[in-house]
């Protein structure tokens, strides 16, 4: 492992644990057992749940990539749907139990050495102005291995999902100039993006005219060699915000946690989307066309 990669090499590992909860057959059906029907009130109820029964605000802000009018559609209505305790007790459950036979071939004695290594970074990641990191990271623990596994993902990711809102917000980005961006160097197309975020057209233009006229994108909409150099920058900084919990976990341990973690998420692969919206590779070494991101 790359000593300058670590964050994003772990990432490529926990995020496609995490994110069953979003894509998985098995995890969507239980959201509707539970009295959801929809996906985006699944997403939403599931998402949110940490920071407790918020209406739409502290949502925008916190997810940055999502319009405002979509989040409204979703919250606070769902908290008339489900309860944020019992969203949370659902998301948790359907996960591990997707997740129960993709890992049943490993011994107990390696899931619980990956749940201890896990749990071990997710506990040291700092919190301060990482809002859905820190509102997960509060959460009591599960004491089931896979559990363990589950959730210490899902701090993780979260963490690192902050940082690189924080990031974005640093470049001077906002949530469609971001998307627009992502587009314009590679990522899927923005059709995608619009549906899954909610950005109406105009929205969608006139986020590529403010970076036009910040000289990221050229007329036919490519990106300039500003625009690429920003985001490498982005990317590094991402990456280096996201890395002191394995700095703190040592070289060593965070090399057995890959090597546990590994299989796991490989086994994820087909219960997920490809190209994924957060642009994480495929973890079976497929190549990917999103771009790293968050959300």
Not at 34 to 46: D, K, N, S, T, V
Not at 59 to 85: C, K, N, Q
Not at 115 to 143: H, M, S, T
Not at 157 to 169: K, M, T
Request: proline content about 9%; some cysteine.
């Amino acid at each position: 492992m790359a000593e300058e990669n670590v964050a994003q090499e772990m990432w490529r590992l926990f995020e496609p644990v995490h994110a069953v909860t979003y894509f998985a057959p098995g995890c969507l059906q239980a959201w509707q057992d539970a009295g959801l029907r929809g996906y985006w009130r699944a997403y939403f109820a599931g998402r949110v749940a940490p920071l407790g029964p918020v209406g739409p605000g502290p949502v925008v802000g916190s997810f940055f990539g999502f319009a405002p009018a979509m989040v409204a559609r979703a919250l606070p209505d769902v908290w008339t749907r489900i309860s944020p305790e019992k969203a949370l007790a659902v998301r948790l459950s359907a996960a591990t139990a997707v997740l129960g036979p993709l890992v049943a071939e490993i011994d107990q004695a390696g899931l619980a050495e990956l749940a201890g290594l896990l749990r071990a970074a997710a506990e040291r990641v700092p919190v301060a102005g990482r809002v859905l990191g820190a509102a997960n990271a509060a959460l009591p623990w599960p004491e089931d291995p896979l559990e363990i596994i589950w959730h210490a993902a899902t701090v993780l990711r979260e963490h690192r999902g902050d940082g690189h809102v924080a990031a974005l917000v640093t470049a001077g980005l906002d949530g469609p100039e971001s998307l627009v961006w992502r587009v314009s160097r590679g990522g899927t197309d923005r059709a995608f993006y619009q549906r899954i975020r909610g950005w109406t057209d105009e929205e969608w233009d006139a986020a590529a005219d403010r970076l036009r006229a910040r000289g990221w994108l050229d007329p036919t909409g490519t990106p300039t060699d500003a625009a690429l150099r920003a985001a490498r920058e982005l990317e590094a900084t991402t990456d280096r915000l996201a890395r002191s919990p394995w700095d703190t976990l040592g070289p060593d341990a965070t090399r057995r946690t890959a090597a546990l973690l590994a299989p796991i998420a490989q086994a994820t692969a087909p219960l997920l989307l490809w190209p994924n919206p957060v642009g994480v590779p495929d973890p079976r070494g497929e190549p990917s066309t999103g771009q790293p991101g968050a959300g």
